[in-house]
């Protein structure tokens, strides 16, 4: 007897493996918008480059194509900014002009986050659940390097890794705000040979993120490089082989760069529309970036810290990143944010901040740190899962804002 080839859904462990589940769950879906009666669906196909479920919507009564479902072959879940809207699926069905529908876009209002300041201990993608949808307007983070070290990364599998990333990046796109940034600062990692016998890998995970946003609903928009100093990248080790022998093929340059990836949620909003309806116009002229800005993308920044934390990236960037990203007032988010650099960037120049990490020792360190960023107004933050920041306070001085 000929065993069976395993389908394409179930090699990936897909929730989601069979044609009768994809409809299953678009029926529900249709069922839970009133449109169940009238419209059909087209035979499910698995994309199994996304991940995800294709389902073509169909008129009840027969026709051609109107709208298509997209699922999450691993979740179950509706990707909703992937999915045709319930309001142009109806436009479709009666034959409306789908042009008003675009033109009710540009009466939307500027939405203000009602968001304090908040520092959260656990899971980032379960925090990140908790949080009202279209509360954030930046997202700049730089996630652990994975198997950088053993006291700083948990995932012992490369595609574990990039699953927990995924998971952040999905449930992010929910809680920015339309057309806003989501910027990250990450590099390409060395794993060491296990022997002498073996040779060392170098994983490009820059380049595996790109595809989950894009994947996720984020357009690219920018690849910075941020250039350390000559010499920064010796403690790697790499290229000192080829340093002493300068034999061919032996050569290994020594990184000295990280890419600052930036990303913007999917919409058909252009930038201008956030300038022109910006509530607060003071707010407004006072984000203006002076002249001193980078004109490449090209930053050369001193990586050193003062941090506690192993993996800290300089202040200076984060500066940056929210200077060019996102106006006063604004609430940045910071999934991954070890020692809360980003909240101090954010409080020293005029942002809201909210700053997530799974370790309660960094989580510790912020909630003391936080009086140095914000004087007495540290009392008002609020802390999730976590002790309140009273009886922390530190002596320093908080930090000027700008």
């Given at each position: ?18 044609v009768a ?19 059909g669906?087209?035979l ?18 027969g026709?051609?194509?109107?709208g ?13 900014e ?7 699926l ?15 876009r540009r ?44 006291e700083?990364s ?52 820059p ?6 946003f ?19 990248g ?11 022998d ?7 340059t ?29 707010a ?22 003062n ?12 500066q ?46 912020m ?13 008002n ?11 922390l306070?530190q ?8």
């Open positions: 007897m000929t065993r069976r080839k395993p389908l394409v859904a179930e090699a990936r462990n897909y929730l989601v493996t069979t589940q994809a409809k299953e769950i678009t029926q529900t879906w249709l069922a839970e918008i009133e449109l169940g009666k009238v419209v669906l087209g499910p196909e698995v994309d199994d480059r996304y991940h995800i479920w294709r389902i073509p919507l169909l008129p009840a009564t026709g051609s194509k109107i298509e479902v997209v699922i999450d072959a691993y979740t179950t879940e509706i990707l909703l992937k999915t045709t809207r319930p309001e142009m109806e436009a479709r069905l009666l034959k409306k002009d789908e042009s008003q529908l675009t033109k009710k009466d939307l209002t500027y939405p203000v986050s009602p968001l304090r300041n908040t520092i959260g201990l656990g899971d980032s993608a379960e925090l990140i659940d908790e949080m009202p949808a279209a509360s954030v307007d930046l997202v700049f983070t730089s996630p652990p390097y994975f198997n950088a070290r053993p700083y948990d995932y012992e599998e490369y595609e574990q890794y990039l699953f927990k990333m995924r998971q952040v990046i999905k449930r992010t796109h929910r809680v920015l705000n339309e057309g806003r940034f989501f910027v990250i600062n990450c590099a390409p990692v060395l794993l060491r040979r296990a022997s002498r016998n073996e040779s060392s890998k170098r994983i490009a995970v380049f595996d993120l790109h595809r989950i894009v994947e996720e609903g984020y357009d690219f928009i920018d690849d910075i490089i941020w250039m350390k100093p000559e010499g920064a010796w403690a790697t080790g790499r290229g000192r082989r080829f340093a002493a300068r034999n061919p093929l032996q050569y290994k020594v990184p000295v760069t990280e890419y600052v990836l930036v990303y913007r949620k999917r919409t058909d909003l252009l930038i201008d529309w956030h300038i022109r309806n910006h509530p607060d116009k003071e407004l002229a006072a984000s203006k970036v002076g002249d001193d800005y980078e004109r490449t993308n090209v930053w050369r920044i001193n990586p050193k810290t941090s506690e934390h192993p993996a800290a990236f300089p202040l200076e960037l984060a940056k990143v929210i200077h060019y990203y996102s106006f006063k007032g604004d609430v940045v988010l910071d999934p991954f944010a070890g020692s809360g650099t980003v909240g101090a960037a954010a409080a020293k120049t005029g942002r809201r901040f909210v700053l997530f990490d799974v370790n309660p020792d960094y989580v510790k360190l909630r003391r740190e936080v009086h140095r960023w914000l004087g007495h107004a540290a009392h933050v609020l802390c999730l899962h976590c002790p309140p920041t009273v009886g306070e002596p320093h001085l908080p930090i000027e804002n700008e």
